[in-house]
T-cell receptor, first 109, second 113 residues
Framework: AQRVTQPEKLLSVFKGAPVELKCNYS??????LFWYVQYSRQRLQLLLR??SRESIKGFTADLNKGETSFHLKKPFAQEEDSAMYYC???????????FGPGTSLSVIP | EAGVAQSPRYKIIEKRQSVAFWCNPI?????LYWYQQILGQGPKLLIQ????????DSQLPKDRFSAERLKGVDSTLKIQPAKLEDSAVYLC???????????FGPGTRLTVT
């Protein structure tokens, strides 16, 4: 069965420092991978997907099939990046999305 | 455009009681999802509708949970009878189809005492 792990429940970084939120997955095929974000008092929303290969709000994520990882990175953290981040995968576009447990990012001013 | 609407936002019930949640998706969205999010965990899909048909309900505890999407628009999720372990946030989401981005509602926080 597919599984998503996020080893850090909490991550604190200083403003301007680089940030990396780790995500590992277990699936033998080629899944679709996503990062979702939930800011305080806001709804869960899609941040980015690996298929798009895009940078959203300065965040990027690279799929490493060898290490089965999809870490989220940003070179300079901002206070507004403080939020809950969920890594997620699905086998194909027609399968359900499986979420990891989430990492709470706190950016210290 | 208006987002996904859910009600109620909060609900407290005693175990063995029943409860129902309502979801109104974004207009024109054919796919509707119900998720359960237990504290400290990520959302878990309970059921997915395509219009008014069920696509995936493999993780829905069917002995106590039921859901319907009459006329392919609004949806209700019911728990009867509730157990303590049902305490969670219940999220509704919708999308144009499963190929497109899911948009989430604000959630209903259920506490079972």
């Amino acid at each position: 069965a597919q599984r998503v792990t996020q080893p850090e429940k909490l991550l604190s970084v200083f403003k301007g420092a680089p940030v990396e939120l780790k995500c590992n997955y277990s699936y033998s095929g080629s899944p679709e991978l996503f990062w979702y974000v939930q800011y305080s008092r806001q709804r869960l929303q899609l941040l980015l997907r690996h298929i798009s290969r895009e940078s959203i709000k300065g965040f990027t994520a690279d799929l490493n099939k060898g290490e089965t990882s999809f870490h989220l990175k940003k070179p300079f953290a901002q206070e507004e990046d403080s939020a809950m981040y969920y890594c997620a995968l699905r086998k194909t576009s027609y399968d359900k999305v499986i979420f990891g447990p989430g990492t709470s990012l706190s950016v210290i001013p | 455009e208006a987002g996904v609407a859910q009600s109620p936002r909060y609900k407290i019930i005693e175990k063995r009681q029943s409860v129902a949640f309502w979801c109104n998706p974004i207009s024109g969205h054919a796919t509707l999802y119900w998720y359960q999010q237990i504290l400290g965990q990520g959302p878990k899909l309970l059921i997915q509708f395509q219009n008014n048909g069920v696509v995936d309900d493999s993780q829905l505890p069917k002995d106590r949970f039921s859901a319907e999407r009459l006329k392919g628009v609004d949806s209700t999720l019911k728990i009867q009878p509730a157990k303590l372990e049902d305490s969670a946030v219940y999220l509704c989401a919708s999308s144009l189809s499963s190929l497109y981005e899911q948009y989430f509602g604000p959630g209903t926080r259920l506490t079972v005492t």
